[in-house]
C-alpha cells in the first residue's frame, strides 16, 4: 500500500478509537452534570411539552440514545476496517465484510434518527392532556445523505467481495 | 480429459533443479512445486514461454492432455 494511504490509515483507525471512547464518555458527563432531558429536544412540538417524570423519562432518553448506539456500531466497523487498512490487508473477506457493515450502519443511523422524534413525540403525547397530544416527523437532508452514504456503503463491501473473489481465482495461476 | 504436467520429467531431461528453473523464470519455487504437482488453477502464457524458453522445449513438452 502506498505510504501516503497507509498513514491516512493510521490516523482514521486512531480517529475512529477516539470518537468510539470519547462518545459515549461526553454522553456520560452531559447525564452526570445535570438534567438529563436537556438532552431531548422538544421544539418539534407545536404545544408546551409536558411535564415528565420517572419512567417517560428513561423512555424519552433511552429512544434519544438509539441513533448513538448505531453511531457506535458503525464506528467500531471503521474500526476494523481501518485497522486493517493500515496493515496492508486491503482486499480481504473481512474487509468486504465490515464495509457492509459499515454502510448497513450509516443507514441505521439515518433511519433511527428519523424515528427519533416520532417516537418521542408519542411518548410525550401519551402523558398530554387530551386536545394536546400529536406525533411529530421531521426528516432532514442530512437524513437523506446518510441514507445514500450507507446505501453506497453496502454496494462497496459488495463489490469488494467479488475482488476477493477474483483476486483469490487469480492467485490460483502462476 | 487431465491436462497432465511433466515438468518434473522436462527438469529430469535438462538435468535442472526446480530452484535454478524458479530464478530464471521469475516465479517462487513453491509455485514450480505446485505446477509439477499440477495443483494451480492455470499457467499464463508468459510464464510457460518463459519455462520452454528456459527449457529448451515445446509447451507439449511439459503438458499432456489424458
Known sequence: ?174 | MQIIVRLDVMLARRKMKSRDLAAAVGITEQNISLLKSGKVKGVRFDTLARICEVLDCQPGDILEAE
Request: aromatic residues 10%; neutral net charge.
Open chain 1, 1 to 174: 500500500m502506498p505510504a501516503k494511504f497507509s498513514i491516512l490509515a493510521k490516523f482514521l483507525h486512531l480517529s475512529a478509537w477516539v470518537a468510539f471512547i470519547g462518545l459515549p464518555g461526553v454522553a456520560v458527563v452531559f447525564l452526570m452534570s445535570g438534567d438529563p432531558l436537556s438532552f431531548v429536544d422538544t421544539d418539534f412540538l407545536s404545544v408546551p411539552s409536558p411535564d415528565v417524570l420517572g419512567l417517560h423519562r428513561w423512555t424519552l432518553l433511552g429512544i434519544a440514545a438509539l441513533p448513538g448506539i448505531a453511531m457506535l456500531y458503525t464506528i467500531w466497523q471503521m474500526i476494523g476496517l481501518f485497522d486493517g487498512f493500515r496493515q496492508g490487508r486491503v482486499i480481504t473477506p473481512i474487509a468486504s465484510r465490515q464495509m457492509a457493515r459499515l454502510g448497513k450502519g450509516l443507514v441505521a443511523i439515518a433511519l433511527l434518527t428519523i424515528l427519533v422524534v416520532p417516537l418521542q413525540s408519542a411518548v410525550l403525547s401519551m402523558i398530554a392532556k387530551a386536545g394536546e397530544r400529536e406525533i411529530s416527523l421531521v426528516i432532514g437532508g442530512e437524513d437523506i445523505w446518510f441514507l445514500i452514504a450507507g446505501g453506497l456503503m453496502v454496494l462497496i463491501g459488495y463489490a469488494l467481495s467479488e475482488a476477493v473473489r477474483l483476486s483469490d481465482e487469480n492467485k490460483g495461476f502462476i
